[in-house]
């Protein structure tokens, strides 16, 4: 089984920067992709940001330029640094990982429980 635990949220004023970070911990054979998503209030979870076992990246449009994902596969870690910060960038923001528990496992997708970002204008 794969844990993900989420740090790093807040509360900044906009224009600020806040960094997340996602570390994954428990039985893990592999890791391919990790994300961000967020949940703002009253709307669906969307994606935020995925990055491959590689280094590969895909943004959202509303974030591309401000915010910049990355991770070290040593210490299974997925980082969000967030960059000029908007009022709609208030959300619940979610880790993810596609990942496998052992050699036999089916890849499988986890979830973090989430940190509170809020952005004040």
């Known amino acids: 089984q794969v844990q993900l635990v989420e740090s790093g949220g807040g509360l900044v004023q906009a224009g600020g920067s806040l960094r997340l970070s996602c570390a994954a911990s428990?039985?893990?054979?592999?890791?391919?992709?990790m994300g961000w998503y967020r949940q703002a209030p009253g709307k669906q979870r969307e994606l935020v940001a995925l990055?491959?076992?590689?280094?590969?990246?895909n943004y959202a449009d509303s974030v591309k330029g401000r915010f910049t994902i990355s991770r070290d596969n040593a210490k299974s870690t997925v980082y969000l640094q967030m960059n000029s910060l908007k009022p709609e960038d208030t959300a619940v923001y979610y880790c993810?990982?596609?990942?496998?528990?052992?050699?036999?496992?089916?890849?499988?997708?986890?979830w973090g429980q989430g940190t509170r970002v809020t952005v004040s204008s």
């Open positions: 990055i491959t076992r590689g280094g590969i990246t």
């Open positions: 993810n990982a596609d990942a496998r528990a052992t050699m036999s496992s089916s890849l499988y997708d986890y």
């Open positions: 428990g039985t893990i054979f592999s890791i391919n992709v």
